[in-house]
């Protein structure tokens, strides 16, 4: 089997134009495509994480709300290597986004800590 890297990671959004500026205005991830989908009433936004992996963006009409507490199956969150986590977490809380005090991962013993995005989706910083 081949499987060497991940192409892309979808996430599904209740407010396309706040997730739009939350990812790309705050986050800086660069858009790749952007386009409606009129058979699905929905709009489809790809991003550039990095020269191989997407992250994708679905913005459909009225989707569930995501269950959290307790965490049910599936993604439980979506996690970005970062240089200096003190660097980019106080960079986050200068854009209004506050994240959870930093940590020491006990397997890695790398930094880590976790923001949310405007659906409340866990994103974890780690060093």
């Known amino acids: 089997m081949d499987l060497f890297a991940?192409?892309?990671?979808a996430i599904i959004v209740s407010d396309y134009e706040k997730?739009?500026?939350?990812?790309?205005d705050k986050l800086g991830f660069?858009?790749?495509?952007?386009?409606?989908?009129?058979?699905?009433e929905d709009?489809?936004?790809?991003?550039?994480?990095n020269d191989t992996t997407e992250l994708e963006i679905f913005a459909p009409k009225n989707p569930p709300k995501r269950p959290s507490f307790p965490e049910a199956c599936g993604l439980r969150h979506l996690?970005?290597?970062?240089?200096?986590?003190?660097?980019?977490?106080?960079?986050?809380?200068?854009?209004?986004?506050?994240?959870?005090?930093i940590r020491t991962d006990e397997f890695t013993?790398?930094?880590m800590t976790f923001f949310f995005d405007p659906d409340g989706l866990p994103l974890e910083l780690h060093e």
Request: aromatic fraction near 10%; hydrophobic fraction near 35%; charge should be neutral.
């Open 30 to 40: 660069e858009v790749i495509r952007e386009n409606y989908r009129p058979q699905k």
């Open 43 to 49: 709009w489809k936004l790809d991003l550039k994480v």
């Open 19 to 24: 997730s739009k500026d939350f990812y790309v």
């Open 6 to 9: 991940i192409h892309h990671i």
């Open 109 to 111: 013993n790398k930094k």
């Open 79 to 101: 996690a970005f290597k970062v240089n200096e986590i003190e660097r980019v977490v106080a960079e986050l809380n200068e854009l209004g986004i506050e994240c959870e005090p």
